[in-house]
T-cell receptor, first 113, second 114 residues
Framework: AQSVTQLDSQVPVFEEAPVELRCNYS??????LFWYVQYPNQGLQLLLK??????LVKGINGFEAEFNKSQTSFHLRKPSVHISDTAEYFC???????????FGAGTRLFVKA | GAVVSQHPSWVICKSGTSVKIECRSL??????MFWYRQFPKQSLMLMAT?????????EQGVEKDKFLINHASLTLSTLTVTSAHPEDSSFYIC??????????FGSGTRLTVV
C-alpha cells in the first residue's frame, strides 16, 4: 500500500517569490507520482507527472518537481509565483501498472501581493 | 487532450430522494473511472473504481447500496446517491484514466441535501 504526506497544510508566500511544496511518499513497489491543482469549487487539473526517466519533471504554469527516490520525495517548485497560483495543491501516487491513485491531504498555497 | 465532463456541477435535493451524477469521457474511451468524495478543506477520498461492463469495486467503509455505480459504456459512468441524507452532502469528483497514463478529472459536483 502507498501513502502520501504533504508536510505543509498552508504555505503563504509573496508574489514573485519562489515556492516549494513538499511531498513525501511511501511504497514497497515502484510508483508513478503526480501533482494536481484545484481551484475553488472545481475539479483537479494535472500539473505534472513522473512516470520514469529524468527525475526533474516540468509541468504547466511554470511548475517543476524533482523525484528523489532515496528520500522518497517529490517536491513541487516554482521560481516566481503569481497571485493566480493561489489554490490547493495535491500530491498523488499510484503503483506502476496499478489504477488507484492515493492523494495527499493537500497544501493550500496563498500568494500575497 | 483528454476531457472528462461531469454533470451536474451542483445539485440540491431533499432528504430521502436519490441523485444521479454523470461522468463522461468526451474524446477517449475509459474502461476504468474513479469516484472520489471531498469534504471541505480536505483531500480526495477514493470511493470506488468503476469498471466498464462489470461491478464497481468499492473502498472499505463505502456503502455500495447507498452509492450505486453504473459503467454501462466506455464513455459513461454514473454515481447515484440513494436515499440521500444531509451527511451525504459533499463534493463528488470523477476521474478517468486517459492516454499516456494521465488521469483526467471532471469538474466536480457539489451535492447539498436539505
Amino acid at each position: 500500500a502507498q501513502s502520501v504526506t504533504q508536510l505543509d497544510s498552508q504555505v503563504p508566500v509573496f508574489e514573485e517569490a519562489p515556492v516549494e511544496l513538499r511531498c513525501n511518499y511511501s511504497s514497497s513497489v515502484s510508483v508513478y507520482l503526480f501533482w494536481y491543482v484545484q481551484y475553488p469549487n472545481q475539479g483537479l487539473q494535472l500539473l505534472l507527472k513522473y512516470l520514469s526517466g529524468s527525475t526533474l519533471v516540468k509541468g504547466i504554469n511554470g511548475f517543476e518537481a524533482e523525484f528523489n527516490k532515496s528520500q522518497t520525495s517529490f517536491h513541487l517548485r516554482k521560481p516566481s509565483v503569481h497571485i493566480s497560483d493561489t489554490a490547493e495543491y495535491f500530491c498523488a501516487v499510484s503503483e506502476t501498472g496499478g489504477f488507484k491513485t492515493i492523494f495527499g491531504a493537500g497544501t493550500r498555497l496563498f500568494v500575497k501581493a | 487532450g483528454a476531457v472528462v465532463s461531469q454533470h451536474p456541477s451542483w445539485v440540491i435535493c431533499k432528504s430521502g430522494t436519490s441523485v444521479k451524477i454523470e461522468c463522461r469521457s468526451l474524446d477517449f474511451q475509459a474502461t476504468t473511472m474513479f469516484w472520489y468524495r471531498q469534504f471541505p478543506k480536505q483531500s480526495l477520498m477514493l470511493m470506488a473504481t468503476s469498471n466498464e461492463g462489470s461491478k464497481a469495486t468499492y473502498e472499505q467503509g463505502v456503502e455500495k447500496d447507498k452509492f450505486l455505480i453504473n459503467h454501462a459504456s466506455l464513455t459513461l459512468s454514473t454515481l447515484t446517491v440513494t436515499s440521500a441524507h444531509p451527511e451525504d452532502s459533499s463534493f463528488y469528483i470523477c476521474s478517468a484514466r486517459g492516454p499516456n497514463y494521465g488521469y483526467t478529472f471532471g469538474s466536480g459536483t457539489r451535492l447539498t441535501v436539505v
